[in-house]
């Protein structure tokens, strides 16, 4: 009987719902539908410079009232009052301290929108007149600190004449605390600040008093999150001696060179500031990488088109410990399977290497199949890269499917040298790389030839524009990219060398408006093949685009590049190219994308290509 009861009470109320429902619904519908109503209590027209009118239409509070539909006439009258002062406050966080300021009701019918009008003229901005940089604490009795405070003191972005504002002031208090805890003092700090403010000769006069704290020395090294490899490995891949002094510089270059190893996939390197400052210990936090792992990679370019890769990484090799990296790459142009075994470091960075490799490759107009192998030792460093090893090469080239191969075995000895001097390693836009390669061998088989090989190359980047105060090169400054390269293989006219010792040029990266590997030695039936002689050089110029925010990552260019190959030295015979082209600040490094004319081809082409390496 008591179930019956519930469901009678169910069926009501579920009715009684549903006829509210119905009468609600129209109401419902038209409240939605109905347009959004939209109240102006009055408008408001500022009369001021760009900059100062961007400023307060961010940030005067009066703006915020406009949306009042009750809003008084004498509720105005005392917000304009208000926007007085606040216009004032705002305009002397940009330096001005001396500004006039009208702010007014303009005439309209009693039922238009009333209007309002502010008049800002800011005048002149405040300069600074002095800068006064105070230390206390240890620093002050240790010698050796004089150069850290001569550099706080030559790196104070305010300096004297520079234009006085409250965003400045706090960049530069900032600015000086990073660079005194960056070295020896990862305590100190900023104990008293004064700006001194003369707002009739709009001047500034700034002092500010920083305590150095105790200097600290690197301890021992605490080290968590390593399973796999041993600390002795970690040890040596940072490089932070204990007993050393603290700088903030060592610790990150420590916690790059754990990231570049390949071993760890996020390392955070950090000192201990509440232990005792002569021997505080050094954090080492680690996330180890997976002990093996495979990449897959899909890719294009202009010069071999679609590019299909696949890597194999094993960090830690059964009984050696070694890092094998063994890589598949197809595309248009080249096929090649290798690997590379890498011991780890010793106390000094130096590896043991030894690699091979197997290549089918378009070299000029033949198909060449070479095999490579190569042992040495190798150093790498974020400036300066140093390897030596002994290299056996050998190429069977045909001209033809149909003729014979012909083929070319040498051995030599060689060193290469990388040094680096850029102001980012990713994105460069000032500094320079050079880079050389020594060799030394004889070709193998029936007859045994010396002979030797070297190759110079080098970049650099030049702004065009400096800032007028500290002389440092403009965030949106042009400049000029420059590259060259020199190459030369010296040996007796009949030797034979594989085509992996000699030279070509032509491409993305070389003498845009041909193709890759299109420059080389013109034979009587007009075959391209590698020479013993090359002679490049490309001159850039790249221009940041502005006044486009959404453009403020790319860059127009305009470049001639210039490339020969040859046999002899008299033969060398110039091949240039010119073109536009436009750059974009790509997370992973430039993307490149130029338009070329090949004067010697007599044809356009376009060029892609990604990332930049030296």
Same mark, same amino acid.
């Given at each position: ?461 030049? #702004?065009? =524009?400096?800032?007028?105060? &500290?002389? !440092?090169?403009? +965030?949106? @400054?042009? $400049? /000029?990219? %420059?590259?060259?390269? *020199? ?99 790509? #997370?992973? =490094?430039?993307?490149?994308? &130029?338009? !070329?004319?090949? +004067?010697? @081809?007599? $044809? /356009?082409? %376009?060029?892609?290509? *990604?990332?930049?390496?030296?």
């Amino acid at each position: 009987m008591l179930k019956w009861v519930w469901a009678a009470v169910a069926i009501a109320l579920c009715a009684i719902s549903s006829s509210l429902w119905a009468q609600t619904e129209p109401l419902a519908a038209s409240v939605i539908g109905a347009p959004a109503l939209h109240v102006t209590a009055f408008t408001l027209k500022i009369d001021a410079p760009d900059e100062i009118r961007s400023l307060l239409e961010r940030h005067l509070e009066l703006l915020r009232y406009q949306a009042l539909s009750d809003l008084s006439d004498n509720e105005l009258l005392r917000l304009m009052n208000s926007a007085r002062q606040d216009t004032q406050d705002l305009m002397a966080t940009e330096g001005y301290f001396s500004p006039q300021i009208q702010i007014e009701r303009e005439p309209s019918a009693s039922n238009a929108v009333r209007a309002v009008r502010l008049i800002v003229k800011p005048g002149d901005p405040t300069r600074v007149s002095d800068v006064r940089i105070v230390f206390t604490g240890p620093i002050t009795t240790d010698p050796a600190t004089v150069t850290q405070q001569r550099r706080i003191e030559a790196l104070w972005s305010l300096k004297k004449g520079a234009r006085f504002t409250q965003t400045a002031w706090a960049v530069a208090k900032q600015q000086a605390l990073l660079q005194l805890r960056r070295q020896r003092y990862p305590t100190g700090q900023i104990t008293t600040t004064l700006a001194d403010i003369d707002p009739v000769g709009k001047l500034a006069r700034l002092s500010i008093t920083l305590d150095s704290g105790p200097a600290f020395q690197l301890g021992v090294l605490n080290i968590s999150g390593a399973e796999r490899y041993d600390t002795q490995l970690i040890t040596r891949l940072t490089r932070l001696p204990a007993g050393a002094s603290y700088e903030q510089t060592q610790l990150d270059e420590a916690q790059q060179r754990l990231v570049d190893s390949g071993y760890f996939d996020s390392v955070f390197i950090s000192i201990d500031t509440t232990a005792d400052p002569q021997n505080a210990p050094v954090r080492v936090q680690l996330r180890e990488s997976l002990l093996q792992k495979l990449v897959l990679g899909v890719g294009a370019s202009t010069d071999s088109g679609a590019r299909l890769s696949v890597e194999h990484t094993h960090h830690k090799l059964p009984w050696i410990d070694w890092r094998a990296v063994s890589k598949l790459s197809l595309d248009r142009e080249t096929s090649t399977l290798g690997t590379e075994l890498t011991a780890p470091p010793d106390e000094s960075n130096w590896r043991w290497v030894t690699a091979g490799q197997l290549q089918n490759q378009m070299v000029g107009s033949f198909d060449v199949n070479s095999q490579r192998l190569r042992g040495g030792r190798s150093q790498y460093g974020p400036q300066i890269d140093r390897n030596y090893y002994l290299q056996y090469d050998r190429s069977q080239t045909a001209a033809t499917p149909t003729t014979p191969l012909v083929t070319a075995d040498a051995l030599s000895i060689n060193f290469a040298l990388t040094r680096r001097n850029f102001d980012n390693t990713t994105q460069p836009t000032s500094g320079w790389g050079l880079g050389a390669e020594v060799g030394g061998g004889t070709t193998l088989g029936s007859q045994r030839d010396p002979y030797s090989r070297l190759l110079l190359r080098g970049i650099g980047y030049v #702004p065009l =524009g400096k800032n007028d105060e &500290d002389g !440092a090169p403009k +965030v949106n @400054a042009s $400049r /000029l990219a %420059l590259r060259a390269q *020199v190459g030369a293989v010296l040996a007796r006219d009949s030797i034979t060398l594989p085509s992996s010792q000699l030279f070509l040029t032509g491409g993305d990266t070389s003498v845009r408006g041909y193709g890759l590997r299109e420059i080389g030695v013109t034979l009587a039936d007009g075959q391209i093949t590698a020479g013993r002689y090359l002679a490049f050089g490309s001159l850039e110029w790249q221009r940041p685009i502005t006044g486009i925010p959404r453009l403020a990552d790319w860059e127009s260019t305009v470049f001639i590049d210039a490339g020969a190959v040859a046999d002899q030295p008299g033969d060398l015979q110039v091949k240039v190219g010119v073109g536009i082209g436009a750059r974009w600040k790509s #997370p992973v =490094g430039p993307l490149q994308i &130029d338009l !070329a004319y090949g +004067v010697a @081809a007599e $044809r /356009l082409r %376009l060029h892609l290509n *990604v990332g930049f390496t030296f």
